[in-house]
């Protein structure tokens, strides 16, 4: 069974640095993109970045680059999503999904989601 | 960057009843379209991929249709538990990957 495990909520303070994980199984890691998309609470979904484990290819989102970097450990089957300054624009749910394979960029499997607030 | 807009932007339908979702967008394209539904507090879940096909467990109600700029997405006979959220993402131009507004069904 295919399976994407996030951390826990957080709460930070502008300025701090964050990295949130989702531990993924019932699959081969290295085969398959796993992307990253933020929702701000009551809006949309948007797409901030995928990463290929295989090689660690990433590609961003114009929106996120250069806000956050995203990582994959190969030995965990974990990927990764951080950020080296909190913004209080930041607050909201973040998601991890399994892309669906070959060129199909979307996304079959999902996390559970973890809410990041940013407050002073 | 192609930008997807869902319309409308919310939905109301009696159980039972036909409900039709619009999703265009700002450049054309094949088929690269992918629809998913979201419950208050889930995750999105996929329903229909490559603008038609249904996703694994995905009830036959559920259907989508469209190509090129038009893409359409349609809940045959409503059921209560299809109270969602609905977004459409494309996949043909990346990065970057894009999202619908979405649609809110109600009923």
């Known amino acids: 069974e295919v399976q994407l495990v996030q951390s826990g909520a957080e709460v930070k303070k502008p300025g701090e640095s964050l990295k949130i994980s989702c531990k993924t199984s019932?699959?081969?890691?290295?085969?398959?993109?796993i992307g990253w998309v933020r929702q701000v609470p009551g809006k949309g979904l948007e797409w901030m970045g995928i990463i290929y484990p295989g090689d660690s290819d990433t590609r961003y989102s114009p929106s996120f680059q250069g806000q956050v970097s995203i990582s994959a450990d190969k030995s965990t089957t974990t990927a990764y999503l951080q950020w080296s300054s909190l913004k209080a624009s930041d607050t909201a749910i973040y998601f991890c999904a399994k892309s669906y394979g070959g060129y199909s960029y979307y996304f079959d499997y999902w996390g559970q989601g973890t809410l990041v607030t940013v407050s002073s | 960057e192609i930008v997807m807009t869902q319309y409308p932007a919310t939905l109301s339908v009696s159980p039972g009843e036909r409900a039709t979702l619009s999703c265009r967008a700002s450049?054309?394209?094949?088929?690269?379209l992918a629809w998913y539904q979201q419950k208050p507090g889930q995750a999105p879940r996929l329903l229909i991929y490559?603008?038609?096909t249904r996703a694994t467990g995905v009830p036959a109600r559920f259907s989508g249709s469209g190509s090129g700029t038009e893409f359409t997405l349609t809940i045959s006979s409503l059921q209560p538990e299809d109270s969602a959220i609905y977004y459409c993402?494309?996949?043909?131009?990346?990065?970057?990957?894009?999202f619908g507004g979405g649609t809110k069904v109600e009923i």
């Open positions: 450049q054309t394209f094949s088929r690269d």
């Open positions: 490559s603008a038609s």
């Open positions: 993402q494309q996949y043909n131009k990346w990065p970057p990957l894009t």
């Open positions: 019932g699959y081969t890691f290295t085969d398959y993109w």
